[in-house]
């Protein structure tokens, strides 16, 4: 149950897309790359750090905790919003992660360049290859 519930949260990190503008919907979205879980106050603890993604050569490193998103503060955050509406944008468009390193001080900031990401990674009802739904099990 528990590897279960672990899978299922790198996934949605991976595929979840959120609301769009409509410019950003001209274009493809995007991810920034990070595996993350969410701690029991809102921040992201980073798992892993894949490959060829935008992160891997941001500096982010697994055990980072993520505090903010760009000018968005994740202390009491809601994990599902936290990934579409702030991991997730426009393939090109730029985002800026803020995050502490364990046994390091300070606040470290690393900027990304979302690219491309297949959605049919995700495992979330609320997308589904690629077509978003209007809620998770909605219809679109």
């Known amino acids: 149950m528990r590897q279960s519930l672990f899978l299922l949260l790198l996934l949605i990190c991976l595929g979840v897309p959120g609301k769009l503008t409509a410019t950003e919907r001209a274009r493809k979205l995007g991810s920034v790359g990070l595996q993350v879980v969410p701690t029991a106050t809102g921040e992201l603890a980073?798992?892993?750090v894949p490959s060829n993604t935008p992160a891997?050569?941001?500096?982010?490193?697994?055990?980072?905790l993520i505090v903010q998103i760009n000018?968005?503060?994740l202390s009491g955050s809601d994990f599902a919003?936290?990934?579409s509406h702030h991991l997730w944008g426009a393939e090109?468009?730029?985002?800026?992660?803020?995050?502490?390193?364990?046994?390091?001080?300070?606040?470290?900031?690393?900027?990304?360049?979302r690219a491309a990401a297949d959605p049919k990674l995700t495992?979330?009802?609320?997308?589904?290859?690629g077509k978003k739904s209007a809620k998770p099990g909605g219809k679109r």
């Open 46 to 48: 980073v798992l892993q």
């Open 56 to 64: 891997a050569s941001s500096g982010i490193r697994p055990g980072d």
């Open 71 to 73: 000018d968005y503060s």
């Open 81 to 83: 919003e936290v990934v």
């Open 92 to 113: 090109g468009s730029q985002v800026v992660i803020h995050f502490l390193r364990p046994g390091e001080s300070g606040r470290k900031s690393a900027t990304l360049i």
């Open 123 to 129: 495992v979330t009802p609320a997308v589904q290859n």
